[in-house]
């Protein structure tokens, strides 16, 4: 997809799991819409993670969403503690240093990446899946996360052969419904 | 600068401004907005089954997807070596290193 266009990216859009999937479905000639919607679809998960975490960021709306920004898995992984609430030093100082070191990484493998000639040859497309695996394994930890999981994966291997690159992705989104409670 | 490539380029930079957009706001909701408030359980629990439904999706196209069809290449043998570094407890960057090499390696044989 170009180095300016991932180093702006990254810059931007602080979620490595949405970039590669963006970068999955447009690789593979999908659609803006069927890339950019898998990508936020994805993201979506900051919605309530947002919200974990929202009581302790201060200051401004302006200094609370820049805060907001560095919330990423790991920084917010890494910033909770054992009694479930969020160390607000941890989460920004994890947030900045991540952002940094994404940043540049980003630069450095689009610059020498351009250099390296026919991705496939590396065995990069397989790096992906495997990137994807490991970030699943990562969120497997209740049964209804397997259930939703396997849900997502079969709802993607049916539609594989019949859509446009992309749609099998929105439409295992439907896997997310086990997740309802009753109350 | 061919048509087709212009218009490549495009639909990569709509991508790119969709995706920041996106993110900016679903991080912003939370911190901006509903400082203290939490999701509706039913909504929060629904909300937490989108990623392993979604990176399950991602896997499947990804490791056998192509374009309206299935191949299935040396891809399969890297996808065994990270299933094998997965079982080791092994960090991502080996798991997806160990997925690229194996694959790559049997490209070339």
Known sequence: MGAVASVVMSATTFAGSAQFAAASVLSAAGSVGAAATAAILLNARYVPIGISVASILQGGPLRRLLEGQLVVDESWAF???????????VLIGAGL???????TGTAAGALGGEALGDPDSLGLD?????LFLGLLVLQIHS???????????????????????????????????????KR | ???RLEKALSSTWLVVSIVAAGTIVCKAIGPVLLGGRTLSPQLAGIVDMLPPALLAALVVTQAVGADRKFVFDERLLGIV???????????????????AGVTALARLL
């Open chain 2, 1 to 3: 600068m061919s048509r």
């Open chain 1, 143 to 181: 049964r209804r996360a397997v259930v939703a999981a396997l849900i997502g994966g079969t709802i993607a291997f049916a539609l594989v052969p019949f859509t446009a690159p992309g749609v099998p992705i929105i439409a295992a989104t439907a896997g997310c419904l086990v997740g309802w409670r």
């Open chain 1, 79 to 89: 910033s909770r503690r054992r009694d479930g609430t969020f160390d607000r030093g």
């Open chain 1, 126 to 130: 397989a790096a992906f899946a495997a």
């Open chain 1, 97 to 103: 240093v991540l952002y940094t070191c994404w940043v």
């Open chain 2, 81 to 99: 070596a990270a299933i094998v570094a997965i079982r080791l407890r092994a960090p991502l960057l080996v798991i997806v290193v160990a997925a």
